[in-house]
C-alpha cells in the first residue's frame, strides 16, 4: 500500500463525488473565532455545501485568518452575511431548507438517529453558548454528537465535520 498521487487523488475524489449529490446549506451562528470558521469552510468545500449563511458576530471569510486556514477554499462556495440573525432564517426557509441544528439540548437526538430532510441546512453555533434561543426555536430538528469521554463539547469546526460527514454518508 502507499499514499496516493495527485491522478490517484483526483481519481478517487470523482468516483465519490458520482455517487451523490447533497443539496446541503450551513448557517454559522456567531461562530466568532476565524479559525473555526476557516476550518469549517474548508470542510464545506469539501463536501460540496450549497450555501453558508454567516450570521450575528460570525467572522467574515475574508478575514485573514479565516482566509489562512480556509487555505484557498473559499472560492468553491457561495455566502450571504447576515448581521440579524432573523434574516438569516428567512433566507433559509425561502431557498426551501429544513434547519437541523447540531447541539446539546433537550429534546435533541443521536446525530445517527437524526431526521435529515432531502434540503437540510445544519446550523453551528457559538463556541461556548452554542446556538441562541432563536435559531434553537427556528429548528425543524435538533441533534447532538454522542460523546463517550469525559470532555462535555466539541470544537464548533469538529462537530461540522462530523455532521457533514453523518448526512453524506446517508447518501452513500
Given amino acids: 500500500m502507499k499514499n496516493l498521487d495527485n ?3 483526483k ?4 468516483e465519490w463525488r458520482h455517487r451523490s449529490e447533497p443539496d446541503v446549506a450551513l448557517l454559522l451562528d456567531s461562530v466568532q473565532t476565524p479559525y473555526n470558521v ?3 469552510l474548508r470542510t464545506a468545500a469539501a463536501y460540496r455545501v450549497d450555501h453558508l449563511w454567516l450570521a450575528g458576530a ?4 475574508t478575514h485573514a485568518k479565516v482566509s489562512k486556514t480556509a487555505l484557498g477554499t473559499g472560492r468553491y462556495l ?6 440579524q440573525i432573523d434574516e438569516a432564517l428567512a433566507a433559509i426557509k425561502v431557498s426551501g431548507y429544513e434547519l437541523v441544528g447540531i447541539e446539546l439540548a ?10 435529515f430532510p432531502t434540503r437540510t441546512c445544519l446550523a453551528l453555533g457559538h463556541e461556548d453558548r452554542g446556538l441562541s434561543s432563536a ?10 454528537i454522542p460523546q463517550l469521554g469525559k470532555v462535555g463539547s466539541l470544537n464548533v469546526g469538529t462537530a461540522a465535520g462530523i455532521a457533514l460527514y453523518e448526512l453524506n454518508r446517508r447518501l452513500w
Avoid: K, M, Q, Y
Fill in 78 to 83: 457561495t455566502w450571504t452575511i447576515c448581521e
Fill in 106 to 115: 433537550d429534546g435533541a437526538v443521536p446525530i445517527h438517529e437524526a431526521t
Fill in 7 to 9: 491522478t490517484g487523488l
Fill in 135 to 144: 435559531v434553537l426555536e427556528a429548528c425543524d430538528h435538533v441533534a447532538f
Fill in 38 to 40: 476557516g476550518a469549517i
Fill in 58 to 61: 460570525t467572522s467574515p471569510p
Fill in 11 to 14: 481519481r478517487l475524489h470523482r
